[in-house]
């Protein structure tokens, strides 16, 4: 240990304290790739894919203080950053999805870029190999484009641990200052899982210290870093925090109830003990990360055993496996983590698990073997095309599977050309390994596998992030919302733009009833009709114009002659029915035994004289 700064790391390849370097041109130019693919992944088809009844209730809070005359009660937000965001964005670009989205997609993007603000401790290629790692994650994809406020509580967390290891490096009040300020945020104005994200790091850094041995002189980690933080500036952070925590919740002092969000959020998140909060996915961010992200995982925890046990496990990835072991335990004991809190997984695993690609794009095992650059990229390549074609005949598998009437495992059932191109291709991934290291070495021919192995299973994992947020964003057998929005939502919203047009010119002036939840989707679809009346009982909708209510076993008596259409709010698909056979199908390309169905319905009722087009003035009258 190191008692002038972070622990010695030099074993991995970096050194404490060391001057900020320049970028250089090579990896400004990916850089600025991974910038440009990240914000087509993000933006494109953001405002076709409906909001879920969460996301709904947060932009209907900052709607509403944004539109005086939108309709529904005010919404205490859970989210005070969240809040600030959609009512800057609702006041510039108008209430739309895109709108809802847009900030926190681009705070995805920001989070893909961060590990660049560590390139002097983790070295610039394990730094550009993290956010290479980052971009192809289908966890952070997902989550940034579904208006999360996990993405803020982690860039809040990470841009903390920035300046705390800056002010470790320099011992600067002001990033001590910024590190206290990302901590308010994470606690109070991000998201109700922030406190428990920062008992996560906290645990992850005390795992480190805790695990590193005490240096030359006897002295221990823990008082070594006592020694380096013991002139932190307390005093000025605190205030400062408190500040910039009163003006972000109260949206520059002109919204003073949003005080109260401060309190709603720790109300959750000490709720979130014991209950999950509403909208939460019954899927645990464990089980979302081994099916999402296996390859991560698998790189991620062999990597940690194998660092350890070569004796290269230094201080930064014994913070990684500290905050590994700790989001793991959390987000299994905590009843409000959701399926986009497998971030809390991921980032770490992304972390160890470029350690590793670093050692694997080192130079060849020249010891025994004389062996060209270029071999461990031609058997990484080899490997990329015997995972397709595995890939694809395991998939005709599994269709056959599915076909099993009875849910078991017939031969007759089984694409024999499939089950010979597997065992084939199985073939040649074993003998192709022995082969190269007979040729090139061991070594060698290790590194070519696992970097095939590593590119095939980042390519595969973002397609299959690209499909659950956008092509199968209203399919609940995708995992992660086995509860979807339905696209018949925006059907129900194009069915009142165009009454609107007949009615009353395009102005939203028609008058709507509705029976549905003020913080819900149903009230997001009627946000910018200022005469809608929410009620609670289907009998104060009699003799309206136009009704919205839920499906009822027998119509209502609504006083008259109506017209009736039924639209599909949310379907959900019961994962019980799944059996042992249908995993290949289902996990590979979502086909399932069982179909979805629909959960939730509303039928738009039009009085007949509305039905026929008589305009809004006469019958208003």
């Known amino acids: 240990m190191d008692v002038t700064g972070l622990p010695v790391l030099n074993e991995a390849g970096y050194k404490a304290a060391q001057p900020r370097r320049a970028m250089k041109t090579p990896e400004l130019v990916v850089y600025i790739g991974l910038l440009l693919a990240a914000l087509v992944l993000r933006v494109a088809e953001l405002d076709t894919v409906p909001l879920t009844e969460t996301e709904a209730g947060r932009a209907l809070a900052a709607w509403r203080f944004v539109r005086l005359d939108a309709p529904g009660t005010d919404i205490t937000p859970d989210s005070p950053l969240l809040f600030v965001l959609h009512s800057l964005t609702f006041s510039t670009l108008g209430g739309s999805e895109f709108a809802v989205r847009i900030l926190t997609a681009l705070g995805g993007v920001a989070l893909i870029l961060s590990p660049a603000l560590f390139r002097d401790l983790l070295g610039r290629e394990r730094a550009l190999i993290l956010s290479v790692l980052l971009a192809f994650s289908p966890v952070l994809l997902v989550t940034s484009r579904s208006d999360s406020p996990v993405i803020w509580s982690l860039l809040a967390g990470v841009v903390g641990l920035w300046a705390l290891w800056r002010y470790w490096e320099t011992q600067q009040k002001s990033v001590a200052v910024l590190a206290t300020i990302c901590l308010g945020a994470l606690l109070l104005l991000t998201d109700p899982t922030g406190p428990v994200l920062a008992l996560i790091l906290l645990g992850g850094l005390a795992f480190a210290f805790w695990t590193t041995q005490a240096d030359a002189d006897g002295q221990s980690a823990f008082s070594a870093a006592w020694e380096r933080l013991r002139g932190w500036p307390w005093s000025t952070g605190l205030l400062v925090t408190a500040l910039v925590v009163v003006v972000a919740a109260t949206l520059f002092l ?245 009454l609107s047009q007949r009615q009353t010119g395009g102005f939203p002036q028609i ?48 006083g008259g002659s109506y017209v009736g259409q039924r639209f599909v709010m949310t379907t959900g698909w019961n994962s019980a029915a799944l059996r042992l056979v249908d995993l290949p199908a289902w996990w590979l390309q979502r086909q399932t035994r069982t179909a979805s169905a629909p959960l939730v319905r509303i039928i738009l009722w039009l009085r007949q004289d509305v039905y026929n087009g008589v305009p809004f003035d006469e019958f208003a009258q």
């Open 254 to 498: 002109t919204y003073p109830e949003g005080l109260s969000a401060i309190g709603a959020l720790l109300g959750e998140a000490i709720g979130g003990l014991t209950t999950a909060s509403p909208g939460v996915s019954v899927v645990s961010p464990p089980v979302i990360t081994l099916f999402y992200e296996p390859v991560l995982v698998l790189f991620g925890v062999i990597g940690a055993w194998w660092l350890a046990r070569s004796g290269r496990f230094a201080f930064v990835e014994r913070f990684l496996l500290g905050w590994l072991i700790f989001a793991a335990a959390a987000s299994l004991l905590y009843a409000g983590a959701g399926a986009e809190h497998a971030l809390w997984l991921v980032l770490p695993l992304a972390g160890l698990t470029a350690r590793i690609a670093l050692e694997l794009l080192r130079g060849p095992d020249r010891l025994l073997w004389y062996t060209p650059e270029w071999a461990k990229w031609a058997l990484a390549i080899i490997m990329v095309g015997l995972l397709f074609v595995l890939t694809v005949h395991v998939q005709a598998l599994g269709r056959a599977l599915l076909r099993s009437p009875d849910g078991t495992v017939q031969l007759s059932q089984v694409d024999a050309r499939s089950a010979v191109w597997v065992l084939v291709g199985l073939l040649f991934v074993f003998a192709g390994y022995f082969m190269a290291a007979s040729l090139w070495g061991g070594g060698t021919a290790g590194r070519g596998w696992a970097l095939g192995l590593l590119v095939f299973g980042m390519v595969m994992s973002l397609g299959s992030g690209w499909n659950a947020a956008v092509f199968r964003s209203a399919d609940p057998t995708e995992l992660w919302h086995t509860t979807a929005t339905s696209y018949e939502t925006a059907l129900l919203r194009q069915t009142l733009v165009e």
């Open 511 to 558: 008058p709507i009833t509705v029976q549905a939840g003020q913080d819900g989707l149903v009230a997001w679809l009627v946000r910018d009709y200022p005469n809608v009346r929410f009620i609670s009982d289907v009998g104060d909708a009699r003799g309206q114009e136009i009704v919205l209510l839920p499906e009822y076993a027998e119509a209502p008596n609504l």
